[in-house]
């Protein structure tokens, strides 16, 4: 039995086919969103820059209403999962955030700050990262499309420690009574 090979036309229309098939997707692969954290956008600015990212973190400081837009600053440190108060460990002195312009509809959906007495709203952005956003004024920034609202935020208690309190007062105590000692031994006249 003789076997036939196919025609040389559907060998060209198949390789044309692997060929589309893959510059497709290797374009949605670079245009693809992908979830990071703020560490990697700053230390890899030039890899992201103009894609589609999704942020996840803490709403802190103010919303800024500008017109139309607003914006906002998404922490990601360890803070801004767990801060000191509510156990969490140290993590070092520096924050990693990020500013980022909402429509204002979007930027309203954000209820809690985070700040001294409030853990903000953690929330996951989506938007294109910009290493520097010539729109506004060069800033490195996310131009976000969508914000969700994933944890709402909460008050963040700070106990008041009477154990602490009475500890200075007592130093303070004796702070003063040996200083007026010293003050008495060096104003009575020599002997």
């Known amino acids: 039995m003789k076997r036939s090979t196919p025609h040389p036309i ?14 497709l997707s290797s ?4 245009g693809a ?13 030039q890899e992201y820059d103009g894609r589609e990212v999704v942020v996840e973190g803490e709403v802190v400081g103010d919303v800024m209403m500008r017109g139309e ?15 000191l108060e509510e156990g969490g460990e140290f993590a070092g002195l520096s924050n990693y955030g990020i500013g980022v312009v909402l429509p204002r509809a979007e930027a309203e959906k954000v209820k809690v700050l985070g700040g001294y007495k409030h853990h903000g709203d953690r929330v996951r952005v ?8 010539r729109e506004h004024g060069g800033d490195t920034d996310i131009e976000g499309v ?4 994933v944890k709402p935020g909460y008050p963040i208690p700070h106990p008041f ?3 602490k309190l009475a500890v200075a007062l007592a130093l303070s105590a004796a702070a003063a009574f040996l200083g007026s000692r010293l003050l008495k031994r060096r104003s009575a006249p020599a002997s």
């Open 10 to 23: 559907l060998w060209l229309a198949a390789l044309v086919l692997a060929a589309a098939s893959f510059a």
């Open 27 to 30: 374009v949605a692969a670079r």
């Open 33 to 45: 969103e992908s979830q990071v954290t703020v560490q990697e956008l700053v230390e890899k600015a």
């Open 69 to 83: 837009e607003a914006w906002i600053t998404v922490n990601d440190d360890p803070y801004s999962r767990r801060s």
């Open 126 to 133: 989506r938007g294109i990262f910009h290493r520097a956003d």
């Open 146 to 149: 969508s914000l969700e609202v």
């Open 161 to 163: 420690s009477y154990g």
